[in-house]
């Protein structure tokens, strides 16, 4: 069963902060594992003080659901999705801006950003995962 490596989670870091470099926001970027704990963050100067929070929320339910953190806004309230964040106490954020990531066709953690618009926050978190030379879908 392959895992996401911290080389790799350093890997997403690097694009991402490649990506932050044309942008004009400030973020925070997490990178978690298959279980939704944090492997690498990054907070970047001038960044909100909250985002440290919310990237890492987004990117945990990206990764107890297998996908895009925006998709799961509709069912947030379902009663499997709010067990589920009880569960997690409270730390899952079902809101765009993370994604999963893929290694050999099994998912293995997923990245969040907070800090800029929700595609903005998206679009870092697949810049870093793109970089990595994984996927964001199996």
């Given at each position: 069963?392959?895992?996401?490596?911290?080389?790799?989670?350093?890997?997403?870091?690097?694009?991402?902060?490649?990506?932050?470099g044309?942008m004009?926001a400030?973020?925070?970027?997490?990178?978690?594992?298959?279980?939704?704990?944090l492997?690498?963050?990054?907070?970047?100067?001038?960044?909100?003080?909250?985002?440290v929070?919310?990237?890492?929320?987004?990117?945990?339910?990206?990764?107890?659901?297998?996908?895009?953190?925006?998709?799961?806004?509709?069912?947030?309230?379902?009663?499997?999705?709010?067990?589920?964040?009880?569960?997690?106490?409270?730390?899952?954020?079902?809101?765009?801006?993370?994604?999963?990531?893929?290694?050999?066709?099994?998912?293995?953690?997923?990245?969040?950003?907070?800090?800029?618009?929700?595609?903005?926050?998206?679009?870092?978190?697949?810049?870093?995962?793109?970089?990595?030379?994984?996927?964001?879908?199996?």
């Amino acid at each position: 069963m392959p895992s996401l490596t911290l080389a790799e989670a350093e890997k997403i870091i690097e694009g991402a902060k490649a990506k932050l470099g044309t942008m004009s926001a400030k973020m925070c970027i997490a990178v978690v594992d298959a279980r939704g704990d944090l492997k690498a963050m990054i907070r970047q100067d001038g960044a909100p003080w909250r985002s440290v929070l919310i990237c890492q929320g987004k990117a945990a339910a990206s990764a107890a659901w297998l996908r895009p953190s925006g998709d799961l806004t509709d069912n947030a309230q379902a009663p499997v999705s709010r067990g589920l964040m009880a569960m997690l106490g409270g730390r899952m954020i079902p809101g765009q801006g993370a994604l999963p990531v893929f290694k050999d066709g099994e998912m293995v953690g997923a990245v969040g950003g907070s800090g800029g618009a929700s595609q903005e926050d998206e679009d870092v978190a697949r810049a870093g995962i793109e970089a990595a030379g994984l996927s964001t879908t199996a």
